[in-house]
Structure formats: C-alpha cells, structure tokens
C-alpha cells in the first residue's frame, strides 16, 4: 500500500471512533436498576409513572398477588384532568385490594425521601365510612400491616402504622372529599428508631404534618420497605369505591415531589 493510501486509510479509521464517541456521549446514561420511568423526571425526580395511556403503567412492577377480589389496575384518561393518563384502582364491595408498586428500590434506614401523590377521589368514593381504606403504604419487607400507610377514613385522610410490631398509632392529616383532586406530598426519614424516623406531610400546597415521630418508627426492625398505591380495604365496606392516581413521584427534594400534573 502506497504511503498516501495509507494515511487516507489512517483517517478514516480514527474519524470512524471519533464519530461513535461522538454518538456514545449523545446517548445519555442507561436507565440502570431502578426500572423505567415513562413520565418526565426532572432535577430531584428519580421516579415517576408515566403520562398517557399508552405508558402510565410501564414504570410498575407486574405483581399479580396486588389484585384481591377486585379489578386489575388500569390505564385510564384521567377524570379531572382532561387530556392527561391516570390508574385507576377499583375495588367492588366485599372485595379487598387493587395495588401497582413503583419499580423502585426499597427503603432503608437512614434514607430520606420525598413523595408526591396527585388522587382523585370520585364522587361516589365512600369518603365516610368508619373502616380502613389504605391509597398508599410503605410496606414492610415481611408479613403483617406496614409502618406507614396513608388511609381514607372518617372524611379524612390519615396517617397510620405500627400495628404489626404492637406499637399502633393513627394522626390526622386534612379532609378527604369526594369529587375532588387532593394532591399529597410526604417526607418520610426512614428508621426503626421512633427518635429518628419522622413524617412532613404537605395537602394541596399547606403544610400540615411537620416532624412527626411515630411512636414505631416508620420501619420495622431488621427490614425495608417499598412503597404500593392503590386501594386496598376493609372487605366490610359494601359500597364500591375508585381512586385514580393523576401522577405519582418519589424525589430527593420537596420541590421535585411538588411537581405534581395539573391542568396547566
């Protein structure tokens, strides 16, 4: 080979590996473990579900053993936010849970976390009555009932966990209204220690929980929790009842979690 065929020969493969360099970096960084996030994230966001109906259950785990007695989760257009996806959770009377959970890592002591909660609860969603009703919990890594849930009950939303350490404890959040939007952001600082694990929660906009350090922690000891949403209730309540979830977040700040869907 000649000496210019050569140097040509020279230029083209280094211009090749330039140009897949090139392309390399224009990629971004691969999704890593945590699963997909089909919403739009943004600074703090590390997950989000997703925004149509095409893709609003694509960051959820496939757990079959979250239907009991009830409907699958479903994608829907949202009810009050037109143009916008939602989950649908429904559960008939008698029957007893429709959950998704976040394909997210679990939660361990020492972790501090945001979580944004856009819910819908329908006109005819039994607001009132005196049984629980669970929309999200942390749940433990074992048997038993969580260290944390948020529950509908009494026209009010509320905080609750413990029980399955013997260590029950309930607090009041804000009223829960039919037919109307809510958005819920919560800062929970994970630790089995009840001097160190603590609750913030914020409805629609007010803060309205600050610091609070359930008497049995917001962990159990010797295990994580992950986070579910859904409806999962009494199999007393007779009437049949829908949540939708607009939009759910996990963050690392309150504004990230804040960043709720809305009509704007």
Known sequence: MSRTRRASAARLVVGTVLSLVVVAGCAGPSSGGHG???????????WRSGTTTDSV????????????DATDPRAVTSPDLPGRAAVEYTVPGGGTRSELEPSY?????GDDYWFGFAVYLPKDFPVNTSDWQVIAQWKNSGDGSPPLSIQVRGGRFVLDGGEGIGKHWSR???????GTRT???????????????????IQDGREVV??????GGTLYPGEA??????????????????VYFDDVVIATSREAASSLASSS
Do not use: C, M, Q
């Open 36 to 46: 997909p996030s089909s919403g739009p994230t943004g600074a703090g966001v590390v």
């Open 57 to 68: 259950l694509d960051s959820y785990r496939v757990t079959p053993w979250n239907t009991d």
């Open 105 to 109: 890592r679990s939660f361990r002591p």
């Open 172 to 178: 009041d959040v804000g009223p829960a209204r039919a």
């Open 183 to 201: 958005d819920l952001v919560l800062r929970v600082h994970f630790s089995d220690d009840p001097s160190e694990g603590s609750v913030d929660v």
């Open 210 to 215: 600050s610091g609070y350090r359930p008497r």
């Open 225 to 242: 929790s992950y986070l579910k949403t859904g409806l999962y209730r009494s199999s007393d309540i007779g009437d049949d009842g829908s």
